[in-house]
């Protein structure tokens, strides 16, 4: 798990940066068995073509770029995008996009992603802080986090039952717990998350500054949750 | 840690003799005042060790030796306060770790709080103190006051300041102001303190060292915080964790609002303040967070009295004498979390048939203005005995008159005694009910002035009670 995520942490730091574009993030993730959805980088045209056959189309377009980390600022994620003849022509205009918001922009490739079916959207976070270290934060995504900061931290480690309280605190926990004859969420997916992060974070305290998974999709219970996009941001070398 | 730390920290609480560098004859300064404190403690027969007056220029204060330096200390000094001008401190301190003296309380400020050169003469004396095996309080505090051994380093003089009776309450603060208003505080509201220590710059003694204290300290059964900043973040929650599990741990953190604009490239970033991260860690180590000082002794009075029989679950019984104030429990029991027990059938049945017509059996139940004492035994004992019932308020309003305020007051002490069900008491009114309320504590009944903070502290006993059960 570790030697896998260190990996990418490495190869990023000796490129000079700190901050982790979504596909190394997910990368990092992934090898601390989170859900992310199967999704492949594709450095030319060819190779988006195959992944998404591979995957299946409709399927979404995210360019990879280290000068490019607000992407929808950038309009370089397209979705739905249902045919190859759409990929082709998305190919260029992802592209032009991404020159025309940062011309030095450095494009490590597009990922390629299946379009996924929206669940409900909560944010999962970690910041460090001076006197206790790192702390991993829970909230529910979109307006919740945005403006009413319906959020909820703990130091981390994290226990199970931390993990628990934290769901249950936050003040919109019943849109999970199913309000309005929802079905309820599946909170054992995101304690399952919250203590991979929690793991995650205890092994790599010496790399991690900051990192937010944003937004996580969690769907019904049962039915687990995926990591929609992430970013990691690590520690200057000293 | 643990037991060494326990030993290191005795000769601040209990020391066979204490030396006071800067004691003076000079009434009013500092060196007078914690000199006075000492003497005072020892004619009174309460502070059985020795007090040695340090000072160069002086051969003797009221009766006393007076010590010109250090080096002539008698070697059973086993506690160094000192009160000289900063400067002299550091030199000072390598006299005393000459001496073998392992415990210093620094009172003098000017440190740290005042920039480089003070930040400096910080550094020297940790230096000194960490080669020496020293333990220091302070500086810039106003130190130690336990009342059962005598110890009071707090320099404002008694004549200006009351001292609180003794308690199973320890009270610590990083505010020597706070500690000292606290204490004259406590003494009027016949709050009982154990220990108290402020410890100002905390240099070396901290948080963490006086949880573990304390933690094995069988006089102490609550312990309060009055926090600014923790240093050393991971040995508090260690401590926290370990010390929460046998004690209640109260604090008080000041600082709430957002720390300015701190860096942060992510959405988590931006998201956590000071304030935050210490709610968390609070949360985590099962710290009960007071929202101010009120609340802090509200919860510390609260444990004090019914520590040792925490609520079972967080079904509340109200008993009132008046109608408003039952429905301000209620209001209070749903807006701190606790639910109101619904009672059984066999506790309706037995209210009916022992209350007159037009007292309300329920709950809240309602004695109602023309109530005696006896109406009031048996609403209790039908709470007590009712299975659907984990913790019983029980608004006295002693204005009413027919009720024999003795009486209600002997009955409220015996229930608290018998029942295994924590029993809390409201009594709201002025000179005559405050008058009252102090007899009912006297007797194990933690009393609030309002339903609201009675059932806020009803409410902290049940959430400490649910954190031991899944701790």
Same mark, same amino acid.
């Given at each position: ?76 994620? %397209? /979705?739905? !995008?249902?045919?190859?003849?759409? *990929? +082709?022509?998305?190919? @260029? $205009? #992802? ?11 450095? %494009? /490590?490739? !597009?990922?390629?992603?299946?379009? *996924? +079916?929206?669940?409900? @959207? $909560? #944010? ?11 702390? %991993? ?13 319906? $959020? ?87 | ?471």
């Amino acid at each position: 798990m570790k030697e896998e995520a260190l990996k990418v942490i490495n190869e990023v730091l000796s490129s000079g940066r700190t901050a982790l574009v979504e596909y190394e993030a997910k990368q990092v993730l992934k090898a601390y068995g989170l859900p992310v959805p199967e999704e492949k980088l594709a450095r030319n045209l060819d190779e988006a073509l195959r992944y998404a056959e591979e995957i299946g189309y409709p399927v979404a377009m995210k360019l990879m770029s280290p000068q490019i980390l607000h992407k929808s600022d950038a309009k370089v994620v %397209i /979705l739905n !995008v249902k045919s190859p003849e759409e *990929l +082709r022509e998305k190919w @260029e $205009v #992802i592209h032009e996009n991404a020159r025309n918001y940062r011309p030095d922009a450095e %494009i /490590l490739g !597009v990922l390629i992603a299946p379009m *996924l +079916r929206v669940g409900r @959207e $909560v #944010i999962i976070g970690v910041t460090e802080d001076p006197q206790f270290g790192h702390a %991993i934060m829970f909230g529910l995504g979109g307006i919740f986090v945005e403006i009413l900061k319906d $959020v909820t931290f703990r130091i981390v480690p994290i226990t199970e039952r931390d993990a628990r309280k934290m769901i249950r605190e936050i003040k919109a926990y019943p849109i999970l717990a199913g309000a309005r004859g929802e079905e309820p969420a599946d909170t054992d997916a995101i304690v399952d998350l919250l203590l991979k992060v929690s793991e995650l974070v205890n092994d790599l305290r010496d790399y991690i500054r900051e990192m937010d998974l944003n937004p996580v999709f969690v769907y019904e219970k049962g039915r687990g949750a995926v990591v929609v996009d992430a970013r990691i941001i690590l520690k200057a070398p000293r | 840690m643990g037991e060494s730390v326990i030993e290191e920290m005795k000769p601040f609480f209990e020391p066979k003799a204490v030396a006071i560098i800067g004691a003076t004859d000079k009434r009013g300064k500092v060196g007078n005042v914690i000199f006075e404190n000492f003497r005072r403690n020892k004619e009174r027969g309460i502070f059985r060790g020795n007090v040695y007056p340090v000072n160069p220029k002086l051969d003797e204060i009221e009766g006393y030796r007076v010590y010109h330096s250090v080096k002539d200390l008698p070697d059973d000094t086993d506690l160094a306060v000192i009160a000289i001008p900063a400067r002299f401190v550091p030199p000072t301190m390598r006299e005393i770790a000459e001496k073998g003296i392992k415990s210093v309380v620094i009172i003098t400020g000017g440190f740290g709080e005042l920039g480089e050169e003070g930040k400096r003469m910080e550094r020297e004396i940790l230096e000194v103190a960490r080669e020496n095996g020293i333990r220091v309080i302070g500086p810039n505090c106003v130190g130690v006051y336990v009342p059962d051994t005598g110890v009071d380093t707090v320099f404002l003089p008694e004549e200006k300041m009351d001292r609180p009776k003794s308690g199973p309450i320890a009270f610590v603060s990083q505010s020597g102001a706070f500690a000292a208003a606290m204490l004259d505080w406590a003494a009027m509201a016949g709050v009982g303190i154990g220990k108290m220590v402020s410890y100002g710059n905390k240099l070396d003694v901290d948080d963490a060292d006086l949880m573990e204290y304390f933690l094995h300290d069988d006089t102490i059964k609550v312990v309060t915080f009055y926090i600014e900043g923790v240093k050393d973040g991971r040995k508090f929650i260690d401590s926290a964790r370990k010390i929460t599990r046998v004690k209640p741990v109260i604090a008080l953190k000041s600082g709430r609002s957002e720390y300015g604009a701190r860096a942060a490239s992510s959405h988590t970033g931006s998201l956590a303040g000071a304030d935050t991260i210490y709610d968390a860690v609070f949360k985590q180590t099962g710290i009960i967070r007071a929202e101010d000082f009120e609340h802090m002794f509200d919860l510390a009075k609260a444990f004090a009295a019914l520590g040792h029989k925490l609520p079972k679950g967080d079904k509340v019984g109200i008993i009132t004498d008046g109608g408003g104030a039952g429905v301000m429990a209620s209001d209070a029991v749903a807006k701190f979390g606790l639910k109101m027990a619904e009672l059984s059938e066999d506790t309706l049945r037995f209210l009916k048939d022992n209350f007159p017509p037009h007292a309300v059996a329920g709950n809240p139940t309602d004695v109602v203005g023309d109530t005696d004492a006896e109406r009031y035994r048996i609403a209790i004992e039908g709470f007590v005995k009712d299975p659907n019932v984990d913790a019983i308020v029980v608004i006295v309003l002693f204005q009413v008159p027919l009720l024999d305020e003795e009486k209600i007051i002997d009955i409220l002490a015996e229930y608290q005694k018998k029942s295994d069900k924590p029993i809390v008491a409201v009594a709201m009114g002025g000179k005559k009910t405050n008058h009252y309320a102090g007899m009912l504590e006297e007797r194990g009944v933690p009393v609030y002035p309002t339903p609201e903070r009675g059932v806020r502290a009803l409410a902290g006993l049940v959430g400490y009670a649910r954190y031991l059960k899944k701790a």
